[in-house]
């Protein structure tokens, strides 16, 4: 299980942490993914990271202003979101991609992920 947190209202050009608590399975042999959807759009690809936390993954809009992290040892994923803009404003989900092997850079892909956890929802105002 996945559970989501951290969402919030904040002002453009504020920052956001977003956890992902993750129960159960082998948290630190998955990679973990951040998707978002806004309304009326498809749910996209944010950030995604590996294993071991040694290589991440970045959407181009985000470059820059999001990092990825992880700490196994809590079996937590986390967003922090920084410069955050309106066009942000989404609902946020994290996932956990259970198939990823070493190799494998993290993935981008929706498909990919196995498990998901609720949204949590950003508001960014202008």
């Known amino acids: 299980q996945l559970q989501a947190s951290g969402g919030g209202l904040v002002e453009a050009g504020g920052s956001l942490r977003l956890s992902c608590a993750a129960s159960?399975?082998?948290?630190?042999?998955?990679?973990m993914g951040w998707f978002r959807q806004a309304p009326g759009k498809e749910r996209e690809f944010v950030a995604a990271?590996?294993?071991?936390?040694?290589?991440?993954n970045y959407a181009d809009s985000v470059k820059g202003r999001f990092i990825i992290s992880r700490d196994n040892a809590k079996k937590t994923v986390y967003l922090e979101m920084n410069n955050l803009k309106p066009e942000d404003t989404a609902d946020y989900y994290c996932?956990?991609?259970?198939?990823?092997?070493?190799?494998?850079?993290?993935?981008?892909?929706?498909?990919?992920?196995?498990?998901w956890g609720q949204g949590t929802q950003v508001t960014v105002s202008s």
């Open positions: 159960g399975g082998t948290f630190s042999r998955y990679g």
């Open positions: 990271i590996h294993r071991s936390g040694d290589r991440t």
């Open positions: 996932a956990a991609d259970v198939r990823l092997i070493l190799s494998t850079p993290p993935r981008s892909t929706a498909s990919a992920y196995d498990y």
